[in-house]
């Protein structure tokens, strides 16, 4: 049984602001930065070292990681953010009233689907946790396909999760031999005493 730790980049400027992300990009904010020193400091205090590391190839999350790891790391593409397409860049609630009021939003409006989101994730995660020697993995990523992913690997489990914060961490299990994932748990405790100002604020689906 090999370990995956799955965490969502430090607060941004979007973040902040409540603005839709997806896969444009922004800055840590100073939230941000102290949210990922908490990360590695959880990983220290746990003594959880890793094989491999990676992450998308969005800067933010490549920012999270330099605030804790100086080790060499590895982009992949597959665990950047779902794509919002043109309502990057808008408020969030305005992006929320436009869903609500569309039938098959993410397709109709140039959203990229759950479908496409989860297949992308499991077969980047997949080529990842197949190659020999990575029994511990630390991949940075993003809290929309993170929250999808994880809603797939075990939905009864995420119905008893609610907001995620930045910096939250996602702990699975993968069995190589059959190729699933075990969702452990969520581990948010190192960032619950950080000042945040929420995102997506009453609406816990949609963390970016």
Not at 5 to 16: A, E, P, S, V
Not at 164 to 183: G, H, Q, S, V
């Amino acid at each position: 049984m090999k370990k995956l730790y799955i965490l969502r980049h430090g607060q941004t400027l979007f973040n902040q602001k409540e603005m839709v992300q997806g896969q444009c990009d922004s800055r840590l904010t100073d939230l941000g930065i102290r949210q990922s020193d908490a990360a590695g400091q959880y990983f220290k205090d746990q003594n959880i070292r890793f094989d491999t590391v990676y992450t998308s190839d969005l800067p933010r999350t490549e920012e999270t990681l330099e605030q804790f790891y100086t080790g060499p790391h590895k982009r992949r593409k597959g665990f950047r953010e779902r794509s919002y397409g043109v309502y990057e860049g808008d408020s969030n609630l305005s992006l929320i009233n436009i869903m609500a009021n569309a039938k098959n939003a993410y397709g109709v409006l140039g959203i990229e689907t759950d479908d496409s989101l989860v297949k992308r994730m499991k077969e980047t995660l997949e080529e990842v946790m197949d190659q020999p020697g990575n029994d511990t993995v630390l991949v940075v990523s993003h809290g929309d396909i993170m929250r999808t992913f994880a809603d797939w690997v075990d939905e009864k489990k995420m119905s008893e999760y609610g907001f995620m914060p930045n910096c939250a961490i996602f702990e699975y299990d993968y069995d190589e031999k059959t190729k699933t994932f075990d969702l452990i748990g969520v581990i948010d405790q190192h960032v619950a005493d950080i000042k945040a100002e929420t995102i997506w604020k009453n609406f816990k689906k949609n963390e970016e």
